[in-house]
């Protein structure tokens, strides 16, 4: 079965960096696209970031553009979410998703079939 | 940046009532929607794709509708463990990604 295990979560001082993994297993990892999605506490869901499945593209939320960097290991099975500069606004609970996505000769619609449980990344001083 | 809104924000209903949650895209995305559950404390899950294809292994009871800017997520029978907060993703415009803001479902 499809599992994904986030860690690297915790608690960060504004300005400062954290590196999130995402362990995956039960699918073949190399073959997907992946994703990361926020929510903040109390708050709905954001997409942050997509990287194809060979790591040849990457797509960011403008929110994280230029602080935020995705990154794969396939050979580990591993995704990767490199945040610097960090905001209080920041503050969220972060999801790695496997892509789910139907592509015609222009365009592909992305959905999330399998998420982990998050690991917890607070901003505060 | 395509807007996602739904209503209610949040709506009571009791086991074995029919329910129906409303999203509306900010302009057209075709059949490019889907619904998610959550509940509370875990990650959100997948039950419908495409606007109205249900994801494998999700109840019957879930069933969505809609093309364009309305779509609907209709529970036929309200059971105790569909109590949960569901979102609805469009998937039309990448990227961003983008959700509505999420409707509660509360037992009455």
């Known amino acids: 079965q499809v599992q994904l295990v986030e860690s690297g979560g915790g608690v960060v001082q504004p300005g400062g960096s954290l590196r999130l993994s995402c362990a995956a297993s039960?699918?073949?990892?190399?073959?997907?696209?992946m994703h990361w999605v926020r929510q903040a506490p109390g708050k709905g869901l954001e997409w942050v970031a997509f990287?194809?499945?060979?790591?040849?593209?990457?797509y960011y939320a403008d929110s994280v553009k230029g602080r935020f960097t995705i990154s794969r290991d396939n050979s580990k099975n591993t995704l990767y979410l490199q945040m610097n500069s960090l905001r209080a606004e920041d503050t969220a609970v972060y999801y790695c998703?496997?892509?789910?996505?139907?592509?015609?000769?222009?365009?592909?619609?992305?959905?999330?079939?399998?998420w982990g449980q998050g690991t917890l990344v607070t901003v505060s001083s | 940046d395509i807007q996602m809104t739904q209503s209610p924000s949040s709506v009571s209903a009791s086991v074995g009532d029919r329910v129906t949650i409303t999203c509306r895209a900010s302009?057209?995305?075709?059949?490019?929607l889907a619904w998610y559950q959550q509940k509370p404390g875990k990650a959100p899950k997948l039950l419908i794709y495409?606007?109205?294809s249900l994801q494998s292994g999700v109840p019957s009871r879930f069933s969505g509708s809609g093309s364009g800017t309305d779509f609907t997520l209709t529970i036929s029978s309200l059971q105790p463990e569909d109590f949960a907060t569901y979102y609805c993703?469009?998937?039309?415009?990448?990227?961003?990604?983008?959700f509505g803001q999420g409707t509660r479902l509360e037992i009455k």
């Open positions: 998703a496997k892509d789910s996505s139907y592509c015609s000769s222009t365009s592909c619609y992305h959905y999330f079939d399998y």
């Open positions: 039960g699918f073949t990892f190399s073959s997907y696209g």
């Open positions: 990287i194809r499945y060979d790591g040849s593209n990457k």
């Open positions: 302009q057209g995305i075709s059949s490019w």
């Open positions: 495409a606007a109205s």
């Open positions: 993703q469009q998937a039309n415009s990448f990227p961003p990604i983008t």
